[in-house]
């Protein structure tokens, strides 16, 4: 079969290769691959600027195939269902394991590959009506979303969530959000991102670039209660933000770092309003099987801001890399051999 | 100030008398009463079925009034806002203290006067979308609904909540279930009943009468999971079929036993399935707030079935007592002095 | 390699059986079983009382073995570690997963084996300061306990823990909540037994015969609070003096029905008090993990009433209906062969 | 009566005045005032540090007294009972209040005089094996340690508990965190201090200034597991290693911050550790009542580092200054004329 691989930490080190079709052993099951998705985790990783793993592997996290073959004793799930792996392979529920670094993409072999095999364990149906594209920015932007705000924390109707950006994951939790009777309040520096995502379903819009002191606006918006529940994607020196625009004991999930990698955060902020900063990795199975049913409930549609092919990988690993995307970033997985001579 | 009292465990015990009328001392607010609803809790006490305690008091648990007075040092409230007294009157976070009979309606005097006077923290803001009428449904009913649901559950969006009856607490469940995002199964005896709730939001509607079997009913809607949240009004031997139809890992909330005060249950299946089951004993202030913000956000209105005149208390408790109502039974609480040749 | 296999359901469905020495695929361990021990469960399987599941399967739940090879990218454990298989195989943390049938000892293959084979995602090294047999006991009774009273209940220094009778869930429950600063009272018909029971720490002792009403009895000793967590392994009728005896609060873990399969319980006490009645079906690794950092840490050791040779199943399995034991029925696995004759 | 009024935010201005005698209006206590303990607090108020708000107030929030009347109604203490009143007035259990400023010793009049009058809900009884001093020392150090411990968290035996220091909140911690069956890690920049320290249960001991990267050595004494529960107490740029030495899903709980107000933390770390970062705001009255039981249970006692006589207040306040102290400073409140002259 075909397979992208990383050979080396950098954009040049994306190859097509040649692997063994794989056939699934006791518990197993066997997926024809049909649809991946980006994550800015890719980016980082074929930067270089991710923890370092034994390469090859196959790459990218995020995908979705049919299950072609199940082996012995396998019982979740029957050919020509339609599921994605798990990011994290043996993180099913409860707390994020200790030996939590079996995950997709690296160390352990992702999604770009005709043929994948796993145990049934680690996979999950995808909803039924979601085309494959969009089943494909599931498994790490829906579920950190998903996570953070109902196995993390425990969002209510009525409560306020402030979500950071108009990337993959805070559309999820716009989404998510609303699905579950809050009020949203989104950020972003777009005033045409903030009619799409007002579109979608946010109550409030708020353009930090017009409104620097956005953690003002929201404590006026709620009335200076501040919002419960912040997803924070911003990071760097904007964290202070999110906690002067937290409740009294509300929760900020660390979720990404596009400002900076570090923040300087008010000790004695975080004391007076019992505030929880909650660092968040992704998310478990458990998670992402409660995600498919809500989604399908509410015929929920993820946001996809461009399909490529395959072949064009490199291209929308820069897509995400501007960051200027309203949502998700896919590749459909049908024509391998193109990639041979992209560049 | 008029008001009606319970001078003995019976429907002839409710009678008309004088009282001082109350000042606010440090800390306290007086409100001009304006609606109460009324609970089967009440009808238990008139009927002599509830513990016994010292009497008279006011009766009637729930109402509403606008704050007339305020002492020294009150913060929470200003002269004109709209209140409702909280049922337990020391509840206000957290786990139902040990020391929790401060309740309204007896033994500590209730809503049916003209005045009452309280501690500031007994009393919560009602939303402002609503009726006097309608905000006095919310103390027990309301309350006990959202405790049972996001107080000590955590409903989720895609989860399913089961419903039994469209009684007031049952149908308070179906709008917040509806709220979060859940998936809502209700049951009735009455086909009526069943197409009124489900256009108030119920997704499946059951009637037991034709489907005495209604767990297996609710296993197969979800496809066998069961419900995640069971509502219990029944009690008796239906409980069974209750846990029956939670699902692995789920709940079931004791709120009421119209079908009697005492169950035989199968601790096997229990054990299977992990069932938690839970007394409720309505709820504290903070699901009072989080319920009005919610139904703020979401415009929700309480249904309420009758409204009486206060001098028609007995007529009304009456209509609770044949169990035909669907929602709730209200009082206005204009014209005392016309219950004096009431009977 | 020697198995003991239960080929119907009965005591004399169980033989001895040639079967074939298991290898270790990708992710697997091999162990060389040492010692085993008899739960209440396996009593229930022979006498047919348990759902039924197809036959043969290999016998008993619990045991310790010693891992004698692993395969391919196996990383939680080495050739010479100790470990124990875990009960539902495929529940590693969080809730009990809907598919929670892959159970050792029926309807998957048990531990009364020379050799047994499985994912190493399905083992948990044992304490190192305990014997075999000692080890034998944790997979179900040591974990019921542990997940009881801190997974499902979290159980705090200064907290009344109540445990009925002296099983071995029971002792385990004992033994635990002494290691969380709880106050522990226990309950037996047998003064021997509870002298025994104050000597491994419980603070209280109730003889049941001499105080038939033991949950007044349990009243006073807490100045009428009751106890926040009730160890309920009776079931039956006793199961309303347990609510009875709760705090308001409180919890009562269903653990076992010795006294019945089914319960009348007071629905109004129950809501009064807001008790929980929680069913346990065992628990999950994450508590069997914590268990052995816990019991290692306080070098608590389990209570072992009588070691018999497998040879003896069937006595220890007697010893176990008698119901006179004090802790755990364990067994050595040292010579099948001798199983032969047994009757 | 007499009592010592902060006037303005300085050491001079703690000033002895005279005020009237209270008397208890309904549900009211009134204390005869019998000791007080210090606070970093109230060291950060008299220094102009804090929060400003109306002066003058009877400063120092923590001490205990004896009721000496009791208004109307009063039904949880009775005449001869010794209380301490809690610290956020109005907080008695479950989430912070967002008013959540009636707080004692300022903006609300604190301890320091001969009577005290409250509501009796915002009193708790004390531990009846504690001197006055050391009862004294609970309502901030000990419920800050106990929230945290048992209210945020959820410490079980076996657990890892990281305490900072030798102050009055590590030191309730390492004896909290004892008794809850956990293993202690404290760090301490004096052999001294941590040999007092282990003699009190520690189960290891860091010196910070022989030991800089503290947090590598918490990794190898649980071997690479790191702490579940991390108290930390000192703030500035030691919270990264605080950070460090948690574990996987651990959680670290902002107490105070003598290294200094705020802190730069790595978002990649909590993020990829899902660690927990909790700002704490001392606790409610459920944590004071629950640390009560489990301090009798165990006859725990606190740590008084030193007892002056109120005349002394500012000579202690410089002790805690000083930051030398082992456990709490702590005021006997016999002679308030004696104040006078002092300086």
Same mark, same amino acid.
């Given at each position: 079969?075909?397979?992208?691989?990383?050979?080396?930490?950098?954009?040049?080190?994306?190859?097509?290769?040649?692997?063994?079709?794989?056939?699934?052993?006791?518990?197993?099951?066997?997926?024809?691959?049909?649809?991946?998705?980006?994550?800015?985790?890719?980016?980082?990783?074929?930067?270089?600027?991710?923890?370092?793993?034994?390469?090859?592997?196959?790459?990218?996290?995020?995908?979705?195939?049919?299950?072609?073959?199940? @082996?012995?004793?396998?019982?979740?799930?029957?050919?020509?269902?339609?599921?994605?792996?798990?990011?994290?392979?043996?993180?099913?529920?409860?707390?994020?394991?200790?030996?939590?670094?079996?995950?997709?993409?690296?160390?352990?072999?992702?999604?770009?590959?005709?043929?994948?095999?796993?145990?049934?364990?680690?996979?999950?149906?995808?909803?039924?009506?979601?085309?494959?594209?969009?089943?494909?920015?599931?498994?790490?932007?829906?579920?950190?979303?998903?996570?953070?705000?109902?196995?993390?924390?425990? #969002?209510?109707?009525?409560?306020?969530?402030?979500?950071?950006?108009? $990337?993959?994951?805070?559309?999820?939790?716009?989404?998510?959000?609303?699905?579950?009777?809050?009020?949203?309040?989104?950020?972003?520096?777009?005033? =045409?991102?903030?009619?799409?995502?007002?579109?979608? @379903?946010?109550?409030?819009?708020?353009?930090?670039?017009?409104?620097?002191?956005?953690?003002?606006?929201?404590? =006026?918006?709620?009335?200076?209660?501040?919002?419960?529940?912040?997803?924070?994607?911003?990071?760097? =020196? =904007?964290?202070?933000?999110?906690?002067?625009?937290?409740?009294?004991?509300?929760? #900020?999930?660390?979720?990404?770092?596009?400002?900076?990698?570090?923040?300087?955060?008010?000790?004695?902020?975080?004391?007076?309003?019992?505030?929880?900063?909650?660092?968040?990795?992704?998310?478990?199975?458990?998670?992402?099987?409660?995600?498919?049913?809500?989604?399908?409930?509410?015929?929920?549609?993820?946001? #996809?801001?461009?399909?490529?092919?395959?072949?064009?990988?490199?291209? $929308?690993? $820069?897509?995400?890399?501007?960051?200027?995307?309203? $949502?998700?970033?896919?590749?459909?997985?049908?024509?391998?051999?193109?990639?041979?001579?992209?560049?």
């Amino acid at each position: 079969m075909k397979a992208i691989e990383l050979s080396d930490f950098s954009l040049d080190g994306l190859r097509l290769v040649e692997r063994p079709d794989p056939s699934p052993g006791q518990g197993q099951i066997v997926l024809r691959m049909r649809a991946a998705s980006l994550n800015y985790r890719d980016l980082v990783i074929t930067g270089g600027r991710y923890a370092t793993f034994p390469l090859p592997v196959v790459a990218i996290s995020d995908g979705v195939g049919e299950v072609v073959a199940t @082996g012995a004793g396998v019982r979740r799930f029957s050919v020509g269902d339609r599921v994605s792996p798990i990011y994290v392979t043996n993180w099913l529920d409860g707390a994020l394991p200790a030996d939590n670094m079996r995950r997709l993409g690296g160390p352990v072999d992702g999604v770009l590959a005709e043929y994948m095999v796993m145990s049934e364990e680690a996979a999950v149906r995808v909803p039924s009506h979601l085309s494959d594209v969009e089943a494909a920015t599931l498994p790490v932007a829906g579920v950190t979303a998903w996570h953070s705000l109902f196995s993390l924390g425990s #969002v209510q109707p009525g409560q306020t969530v402030l979500v950071q950006g108009t $990337g993959g994951v805070s559309l999820f939790a716009l989404l998510f959000a609303r699905a579950a009777g809050a009020e949203v309040i989104v950020t972003s520096g777009s005033h =045409e991102k903030l009619a799409r995502a007002k579109a979608l @379903g946010a109550h409030h819009a708020i353009n930090y670039r017009e409104v620097p002191d956005w953690d003002r606006r929201v404590l =006026e918006i709620t009335r200076g209660r501040g919002a419960d529940h912040v997803v924070d994607v911003a990071g760097g =020196e =904007e964290l202070s933000r999110s906690i002067n625009a937290a409740s009294v004991g509300g929760a #900020v999930y660390f979720i990404g770092f596009v400002r900076g990698p570090s923040s300087t955060i008010s000790l004695l902020s975080s004391m007076r309003k019992a505030v929880r900063l909650q660092g968040v990795a992704v998310g478990h199975r458990a998670s992402f099987e409660a995600l498919v049913r809500a989604m399908e409930l509410h015929a929920i549609h993820p946001v #996809v801001y461009r399909v490529f092919p395959v072949s064009a990988l490199r291209e $929308g690993l $820069g897509y995400l890399e501007k960051g200027d995307h309203f $949502g998700k970033v896919a590749l459909s997985l049908d024509d391998f051999d193109a990639f041979r001579g992209s560049k």
